[in-house]
């Protein structure tokens, strides 16, 4: 499974969405991405890529686009 695949993922099982929603998807844009869809998508984000995410890094994760920036630090390529 690439890496767009296992991202992909984490935000379609995370908030029960399909991948045709991903593009543009920011923070609260849908119910299902509220504070503790929030979490359970840093922890599907986390078990996919078997990162510890910082912090400053999850409360930065915005938007679909700025996950793909974040989770560059964390030498994960797309």
Known sequence: MSNVEKYN???TEAF???D???IG???QSIPEWDSVGHMSL???LEDAFDIMMETD???DLSSYE???EILAKYDIEF
Do not use: E
Request: glycine content about 10%; overall charge positive; charged content about 20%.
């Open 9 to 11: 993922n984490a935000f």
């Open 16 to 18: 029960g969405i399909n």
């Open 20 to 22: 045709s929603k991903l």
């Open 25 to 27: 998807l920011i923070y």
């Open 42 to 44: 840093i922890a599907a």
């Open 57 to 59: 890094d999850i409360i």
């Open 66 to 68: 700025k996950g793909k």
